[in-house]
């Protein structure tokens, strides 16, 4: 059992991450309402009838802000791997935890993995920013405590003390981690269970971040304050548009000139397929029919392009990310600058969650090994991507035969491989054979001449 000292430092902290939790849980699980489509629509309260302000118009527009990134940063393992990471990484499982984690640090901004020793492996999990918190220390870029919730509980409010209703529908944490330097907590239903002993001398739970900054520390989601806006005004212009697309297929039509004291009559209510039956009165005369102007729906289409564009500034997407038909690109460099912002983007989140990767990794060997210090062959490990984009094999493979003539030691390198698509095991191991391959017998005569 811990002693009264380290279960007050628990107890403390415990207390102080919920907090914060609890207070920025709602923030972040509100872009994941926009990521998933389901945020509610705000009502101006100016032209809409109440029979429409049950309709939840589908706009997956923040899905795509995030997804459309997300689909490109593919991670292909470590470089200079002396240590047995990427096996290790296999062997947990880690490059799929990893993949979902990172999805969800793009749409909240961060997400965090928890690391668990089990019999001869690290387990790895996974948690939200609406399940984990934490406190980063800006020296080593790491978090120096943390919070990770497993299980929850629901409770429900009552609208009143007197009243025997019900109200809102909540969740309380109740089995969950805490983290600290050389220690983690388990609770089970609120209360401490056990203090384990972490002997690597860093938090084994790690954040990942997208565009992480000083004001920022636990990064901005893809899902900004614009993008939420941009996306609430064309869900209340699709609303607009249903509303008009039902007096656009039912034109409005008068009658001019009813007898006066004329009564309501079930023939003069008109619906499609059915036609009048207006008779004349007594004089012989009868009352002009007349149709109002049918209103356009084109000016809908315009704004909501206009809003896509607008869309498309704030997330570095083009038109034809959001559905849009556009004129084909005249050139390779117009092609190119289409895609230059959302290529510098993407590059940026891979360096920046590649450092945070290598310190996922690090942790995982410091643990197996039980050592509170890095070796510095360990650090000498490099995170590789895939190629953002789909790469084509006739034309890298001319580039790259250019670029041997051009540069013969370029030649059986793992860079030459990376370039034409292969992951880096299998560029370090083809680069291995050609290391270990024994010379020939021309090869040899060259080299003595």
Known sequence: MPDEILIQEVESIKSKLMLKLQTLAWSAGE???YYNAKQPMTDLGISLPKNFRAMKPGVGWASRAVNTIGDRLNFDGFANDEYGVNDLFDKSGANAILNKAKTDALIAGCSFIALLPRDGYIELLPFTATEATGEIDERTGLLSTGLAVVAWDSYVEPVRQDMQGWGKVGLIPRDFFVFGRTWTARYKSNNLVE????PTGRPLLHVLTHRQSADRPFGKSRITNTVRRIVDEVGRLKVRYEIAAEFYSTPQRYIN???????????LETALGKIWAITKDEDGEHPDIG???????????????????????ETALTLRNLGYETANPTSAESLSAMSDDLLLEAQESQEELGREFKEIAISMRMLLN????????????????????QIDFGSAGDAAYKLIQAMPELAG????Y??????????????RRKNTRPKSFMQIEEGER
């Open 257 to 267: 000139g009813l007898a006066e004291g004329t009564e309501g009559n079930a023939k």
């Open 195 to 198: 203090v384990v002993v972490n």
């Open 413 to 416: 390198t793992t860079t030459l």
């Open 291 to 313: 149709q109002l102007p049918q209103m356009t729906i084109n000016q809908f289409s315009e704004q909501k392009k206009d809003l896509a564009r607008d869309f498309c500034a």
């Open 418 to 431: 990376r370039m034409l698509g292969m992951s880096i095991r299998e560029a370090e191991e083809l680069t």
């Open 370 to 389: 039980s050592n509170d210090s890095v070796p510095a062959t360990l650090e000498n490990i490099k995170p590789v991507w895939k190629p953002l984009f």
């Open 31 to 33: 872009k994941y309402l």
